[in-house]
């Protein structure tokens, strides 16, 4: 595994507290009425014949097996506990991220990040970055699972995230791959669509109580729509930007992980997507039942995105998680994922096609939040503006 040297450490006030050593991970928990454990190593990883008193600590049992896979334990210049594994994906990269995060706790099982969406963002994005020179746009970094990801597989990448907690995870990942950093630019600001100063509430993880992943929520125009409002918390305030002040060029894939907000962000991007090629975009929708206006903000953008020709596939928090190939068949394998809308929320034969993604959003929109995934082939097609996003007449 890649590690940064000793010296670049000590400049920047990391520290390396664990070279690479097994983590290890039971795959069944010991009893005295279980004696012995399945040996269910996933992903290939190393098997182990562990002894009572090192891993099965008090059950009475001395043949259990067990999964063990390197990880590096840093400490960050602001005190972070930050973790370092390589990853399990096509093609492999150094991830760092805290170990206090729920979802790092199931992806540090698997050595992959939600196979199904990381596995279509292969599908969508590997002949655009390979040997092309071309660009990523990451709106809500966290940790840069997909920034980094977008740079093992040959892209640039500019990415959007305004917490310096998880810039500073984010930048040790950069720097234990070798040329990515060079690649990357990081902004420090929300994207939104007014100008302004915004306050984010970011949650403190701890031991007790494991942060969830992209529970970081902005206060904008409709309050804070997502955030896990059980953990502490500090704040946190970021200016805004606008994609299309950042990013004249044409785009591999643009990502867009707000928590509720990623219709502003696309508002923010309406001459690129109308202008230049940006043949996959990636959301995170969360429903918003607490702001009709976001609601209306959130169709208003499905219906201007379908205008500029885009079909949207649709991966649900119960298929985010489902195993991807293994490494060496990404290509040749594929997943058929769900359509957005459905066949059962498009309108009949002389219907209003405008409405569907009312009833998709009804419809197929089942769970708190969900992920899209839109294509385009070819140039964009003429489309009208984009569209007010201020809906307060409309639902009123």
């Known amino acids: 595994m890649a590690s940064i040297v000793p010296s670049h450490l ?39 014949l562990a002894n009572r008193s090192s891993v099965c600590e008090r059950c009475e049992c001395s043949l259990c097996f067990v999964c063990a896979y390197p990880v590096s334990l840093y400490t960050s210049p602001s005190g972070q506990a930050i973790e370092a594994i390589t990853t399990h994906t096509q093609p492999r990269f150094t991830f760092a991220y805290s170990p206090y995060d729920d979802d790092m706790k199931r992806m540090a099982r698997t050595l992959i990040l939600e196979p199904t969406l990381t596995h279509a963002w292969f599908a969508a994005t590997h002949r655009c ?9 990451d709106v809500g970094g966290n940790f840069g699972w997909y920034t980094l990801y977008s740079l093992a597989l040959g892209c640039k990448v500019v990415v959007f995230e305004p917490v310096p907690a998880y810039q500073e995870v984010m930048r040790l990942g950069l720097a234990l791959n070798p040329g990515f950093a060079s ?82 962000v696309l508002q923010t991007a309406a001459n690129l997507l109308a202008t230049r090629t940006v043949p996959a975009i990636q959301l995170e929708l969360t429903r918003t039942p607490s702001s009709r206006n976001q609601t209306c903000a959130t169709i208003k953008m499905l219906q201007q995105l379908d205008r500029l020709g885009y ?86």
């Open 10 to 48: 000590s400049r920047e006030g990391w520290r390396l507290e664990a070279p690479p050593t097994p983590h290890i991970e039971r795959t069944a928990r010991c009893s005295k009425e279980r004696q012995g454990c399945l040996p269910d190593c996933v992903h290939r990883r190393p098997r182990l």
């Open 183 to 264: 690649r990357a630019t990081i902004y420090g600001n929300v994207v939104y669509n007014v100008p302004g100063v915004y306050t984010l509430r970011v949650p403190i993880p701890s031991k007790i109580r494991l942060k969830k992943l992209g529970m970081t929520g902005m206060d904008g125009a409709a309050g804070i729509l997502k955030a896990d409002w059980r953990a502490r918390s500090y704040e946190h305030k970021a200016a805004s930007v606008r994609i299309d002040d950042l990013v004249q060029q044409d785009v591999c894939m643009l990502k867009a992980d707000v928590e509720g907000y990623e219709a502003q």
């Open 311 to 396: 079909h949207f596939k649709q991966v649900t928090n119960r298929e985010i998680d489902q195993d991807a190939p293994p490494v060496g068949q990404w290509e040749s394998q594929g997943r058929t994922l769900p359509s957005f809308p459905s066949s059962h929320s498009r309108p009949k034969r002389g219907g209003d096609a405008s409405s569907r993604m009312h009833v998709a959003y009804r419809r197929d929109f089942t769970s708190f939040s969900t992920n899209l995934i839109g294509y385009r082939s070819g140039p964009p097609p003429k489309a009208p503006k984009w569209p007010s996003l201020d809906c307060a007449a409309e639902v009123a």
């Open 129 to 137: 970055c390979n040997g092309t020179d071309g660009l990523v746009v």
